[in-house]
């Protein structure tokens, strides 16, 4: 794909992984573990008539989909695959142009949803309260794999998010519509959502450069590639990238943030010291 080629996926249905197992001897154990009469239909139930979910997807640019002359077909054994033009996977809307449009959508729905609650409950609730509605309900939305899909050229789609935050911010105080949205983040003690978006990459980073996370991105630094005593010698250093899908992978991305800290801040003897200097460097 960073090549301007097209990435074929398929998400396989995991539920039909039981029609790998005999369905009688399935039942029989069950019975025999103390599953009651009842138990064993509503098992056989479950079990009877499954049909094949898996879906498959082209991934590329929009200009590269468009010049496919020809449809695929792709089936697993003698069952043919859907081909979709987005997907959720473990919880992200995933577009074959990565433009992440349906997915700020679901976010967007999702969060409206639990607006509407917050104004109906908000009088019989005490400003922590409403706050902790905020923090436990919606926020995690806001925040959820942010990384992957956070401020990737969709500016007004970011800006949309945003608009979301400043609302429930207003609601919470009690504010007009018309009120300044970041004198009432300012009173709540938020970060708008850009901000946060930064962080979440900053502290990813961190725990890539400190063994903290089981993924490796494969980091590497400007000293790792020659030996002169640089200011940036402890840079990240970006891999090429001829389109901007090489431009937005996670390392590269995230790199330009990291690159931007104060030494002492990169250095910080553990996670919890990194967040401390962080969140001071942000606020300054």
């Known amino acids: 794909m960073v090549a301007g080629e097209l990435t074929g996926t398929v998400f396989i249905d995991l539920a039909k992984a039981f029609d790998t197992v005999n369905h009688g001897i399935l039942l029989r154990k069950l019975h025999l573990l103390g599953a009651d009469d009842h138990a064993c239909e509503w098992f056989k139930s479950f079990l009877s008539e499954r049909s094949q979910k898996s879906k498959f997807m082209l991934i590329g640019s929009g200009p590269r989909l468009s010049r496919l002359s020809t449809s695929l077909v792709?089936?697993?054994?003698?069952?043919?695959?859907?081909?979709?033009?987005?997907?959720?996977?473990?919880?992200?809307?995933?577009?074959?142009?990565?433009?992440?449009?349906?997915?700020?959508?679901?976010?967007?729905s999702k969060i409206?949803?639990?607006?509407?609650?917050?104004?109906?409950?908000?009088?019989?609730?005490p400003l922590h309260s409403r706050i902790l509605f905020y923090n436990s309900y919606i926020l995690p939305s806001f925040d959820y794999a942010d990384?992957?899909?956070?401020?990737?050229?969709?500016?007004?789609?970011?800006?949309?998010?945003?608009?979301?935050?400043?609302?429930?911010?207003?609601?919470?105080?009690?504010?007009?519509?018309?009120?300044?949205?970041?004198?009432?983040?300012?009173?709540?003690?938020?970060?708008?959502?850009?901000?946060?978006?930064?962080?979440?990459?900053?502290?990813?980073?961190?725990?890539?450069?400190?063994?903290?996370?089981?993924?490796?991105f494969e980091i590497t630094y400007h000293q790792d590639m020659n030996a002169y005593n640089t200011r940036s010698k402890c840079n990240i250093r970006k891999s090429a990238a001829r389109h901007k899908w090489g431009h937005w992978t996670t390392v590269n991305?995230?790199?330009?943030?990291?690159?931007?800290?104060?030494?002492?801040?990169?250095?910080?003897?553990?996670?919890?010291?990194?967040?401390?200097?962080?969140?001071?460097?942000?606020?300054?």
């Open 74 to 108: 792709t089936s697993v054994g003698d069952t043919p695959l859907e081909e979709v033009e987005s997907y959720k996977y473990l919880g992200v809307m995933i577009s074959n142009n990565l433009t992440w449009h349906d997915h700020i959508e679901s976010i967007k």
């Open 112 to 125: 409206n949803k639990k607006l509407g609650l917050l104004k109906r409950i908000k009088n019989y609730l």
């Open 253 to 284: 991305f995230a790199s330009n943030d990291w690159n931007e800290l104060p030494q002492e801040i990169r250095e910080a003897k553990d996670l919890q010291t990194f967040k401390v200097y962080l969140n001071s460097f942000i606020d300054t």
């Open 147 to 216: 990384i992957v899909w956070g401020d990737r050229g969709n500016e007004t789609l970011m800006a949309d998010l945003q608009i979301l935050q400043n609302k429930v911010a207003r609601i919470i105080l009690d504010l007009d519509y018309g009120s300044s949205a970041s004198s009432a983040l300012k009173k709540l003690a938020w970060k708008d959502l850009k901000t946060r978006r930064i962080v979440n990459r900053l502290i990813l980073i961190y725990k890539c450069k400190n063994n903290l996370f089981s993924y490796n």
